[in-house]
């Protein structure tokens, strides 16, 4: 794997991030409006990528209370996952396309050879709809795809972490193993914005 070492969340990988297409945003880039046609949020997106890129600041994170407890329950919920699969969990800072360095993924875990872990900490209505559904959740799935595409891998297992659960029901893991298919149709999305972002960029910059 292409990897910049940097702590997640830390400013040197907030610094790396900018400009760059990431799996957090993967569903952003492919959303659709009512028409069929690019969404408002994918517009959103793309001007926060063109005004990292003439800026080289990062855009603002958006981080609430919910967000803020999950990331203080990752290590717990790593922890859990490790002793109920019995594997155990890497670290990765930043990892950059293979094919265009444009394009990048911050899974929550390298597993083994052949895949990556992807934790959530929600809410714990929203934990046990998990459990009920039995699968990993439609949104996640851009995210997750684009992954292990960034990653070279085949697999991601998602992981839902909810501590005050019974516990027989606090973790909920289920393995998504994107298709070949859709792989491609995510980069070739990818590619599609890169071009509508650099013109963008380049006609912004004609401005200055």
């Known amino acids: 794997m292409n990897t910049i070492d940097a702590e997640q969340g830390s400013p040197e990988w907030l610094a790396a991030r900018v400009g760059r297409v990431t799996a ?8 659709q409006g009512r028409s069929g046609a690019p969404s408002a949020t994918r517009a959103a997106y793309m001007g926060e990528l063109a005004a990292e890129i003439l800026t080289g600041v990062p855009a603002e994170s958006f981080t609430n209370a919910d967000m803020q407890r999950g ?11 490790e002793t109920q699969t019995r594997q155990m969990v890497d670290s990765v800072g930043l990892v ?3 094919r265009n ?6 899974p929550d875990g390298i597993v083994g050879e052949d895949g990556l872990l992807e934790l959530k900490c929600p809410k714990t209505h929203t934990h046990i709809a998990y459990l009920l559904a039995g699968k990993p959740p439609a949104q ?3 995210q997750m ?8 891998r085949r697999w991601v297992d998602f992981a839902s972490f909810d501590p005050r659960m019974p516990e027989t029901l606090r973790l909920f893991v289920v393995r ?3 298709p070949a298919a859709y792989l491609s149709e995510l980069e070739s999305a990818a590619e599609t914005f890169l071009v509508e972002l650099d013109s963008m960029v380049a006609q912004l910059r004609a401005r200055m």
Request: glycine content about 2%; hydrophobic content about 45%; aromatic content about 12%.
């Open 71 to 81: 990331t203080e329950l990752e290590p717990i919920a790593r922890a859990a996952y």
């Open 140 to 142: 996640y799935l851009p």
């Open 101 to 106: 360095e444009r394009w990048a993924a911050s």
């Open 176 to 178: 998504y193993t994107p």
């Open 24 to 31: 957090s945003r993967m569903a952003d880039v492919i959303a």
């Open 145 to 152: 795809a684009w992954q292990a595409v960034c990653c070279g």
């Open 96 to 98: 950059l396309h293979p």
